[in-house]
């Protein structure tokens, strides 16, 4: 079975900085793109950032200069660096990723479970 679990979030004070990480595993034979949601109280999920496989990375304006999205392609491994972090950061943040697998050969999307990050003001 394939499947991404995040880990890295929990409570972070105003101004500093966190690291998420997203794993995945499975028969996988490739990941194309990948990218980090949030969903925070109240609010609809929204993209954070997206990064190819050759590394070329989007944002939206409210993380431009403070988040980084990252991949490690040999670890099959996402990661989203958060600075500077303010409290509307609040969110569980999920992974997605689009992933060739096989037995059988097939492309799925995927999400993981997310991680809450929780910036106190």
């Known amino acids: 079975q394939v499947q991404l679990v995040e880990s890295g979030g929990g409570l972070v004070q105003a101004g500093g900085s966190l690291r998420l990480s997203c794993a995945a595993s499975g028969s996988i034979l490739s990941i194309n793109g990948m990218g980090w949601y949030r969903q925070a109280p109240g609010k609809q999920r929204e993209l954070v950032a997206t990064?190819?496989?050759?590394?070329?990375?989007t944002y939206a304006d409210s993380v431009k200069g403070r988040f980084t999205i990252s991949r490690d392609n040999a670890k099959n491994t996402l990661y989203l660096q958060m600075n500077s972090v303010k409290p509307e950061n609040t969110a569980v943040y999920y992974c997605?990723?689009?992933?060739?697998?096989?037995?059988?050969?097939?492309?799925?999307?995927?999400w993981g479970q997310g991680t809450l990050v929780n910036v106190s003001s």
């Open positions: 997605n990723a689009d992933l060739v697998v096989a037995n059988p050969y097939r492309y799925l999307k995927v």
């Open positions: 990064i190819t496989r050759g590394g070329r990375a």
